[in-house]
T-cell receptor
Framework: NAGVMQNPRHLVRRRGQEARLRCSPM?????VYWYRQLPEEGLKFMVY????????ESGMPKERFSAEFPKEGPSILRIQQVVRGDSAAYFC???????????FGDGTRLSIL | GQQLNQSPQSMFIQEGEDVSMNCTSS?????WLWYKQDPGEGPVLLIA?????ELTSNGRLTAQFGITRKDSFLNISASIPSDVGIYFC???????????FGQGTRLTINP
């Protein structure tokens, strides 16, 4: 039963390094969403992608953050020159179509030293 | 921006009790969803609601989409230990696919 797969589950980076988070959607799903969760808070939307297209990036910080969903392979959330404030859990979700429910992976916990 | 107010923030109940939590918004949503999150895991979808006034059940869980489209509630009947976790409501607009999440309700059950 292939749900949304995220890796790595845990990622430790030093300040200034790059973090790359990967997400493989559920089989047949072509809509991918990234969310960030701080401790004791709800999830906050970052970006919505379809294959090879960014549809909505209204929740993405303007600098250092980028996302892609190539024709082949997983979706990637990339954070350049990480800072302590980037420490959070990053969740990916996928859906069959825009108005179908979003199903989440188990997240990547990013820690910045 | 849109915000969802979820209450209560936490609940401490005895096993077997019924639970009720709700979510309100200053904005209208077309879809309401309820998720449960266990420690170290991602949110798991419990119930999705698509029409104002809709009442939907999933086992011991019942959720309703408010008539005004600005609120929703989730009830859990006869709670059991595995109901422990954090419950999140989320709203979605048809034209904007992103989910707006509440702050969560942390449920603790005393055996």
């Amino acid at each position: 039963n292939a749900g949304v797969m995220q890796n790595p589950r845990h990622l430790v980076r030093r300040r200034g390094q790059e973090a790359r988070l990967r997400c493989s959607p559920m089989k047949g799903h072509s809509h991918v969403y990234w969310y960030r969760q701080l401790p004791e808070e709800g999830l906050k939307f970052m970006v919505y992608l379809q294959k090879e297209n960014i549809i909505d990036e209204s929740g993405m910080p303007k600098e250092r953050f980028s996302a892609e969903f190539p024709k082949e392979g997983p979706s990637i959330l990339r954070i350049q020159q990480v800072v302590r404030g980037d420490s959070a859990a990053y969740f990916c979700a996928s859906s069959l179509s825009p108005n179908q429910p979003q199903h989440f992976g188990d997240g990547t916990r990013l820690s910045i030293l | 921006g849109q915000q969802l107010n979820q209450s209560p923030q936490s609940m401490f109940i005895q096993e077997g009790e019924d639970v009720s939590m709700n979510c309100t918004s200053s904005s209208i949503f077309n879809t309401w969803l309820w998720y449960k999150q266990d420690p170290g895991e991602g949110p798991v979808l419990l119930i999705a609601l698509y029409k104002a006034g809709e009442l939907t059940s999933n086992g011991r869980l019942t959720a309703q989409f408010g008539i005004t489209r600005k609120d929703s509630f989730l009830n859990i009947s006869a709670s059991i230990p595995s109901d422990v976790g954090i419950y999140f409501c989320a709203g979605q607009l048809v034209e904007v696919q992103k989910l707006v999440f509440g702050q969560g309700t942390r449920l603790t059950i005393n055996p």
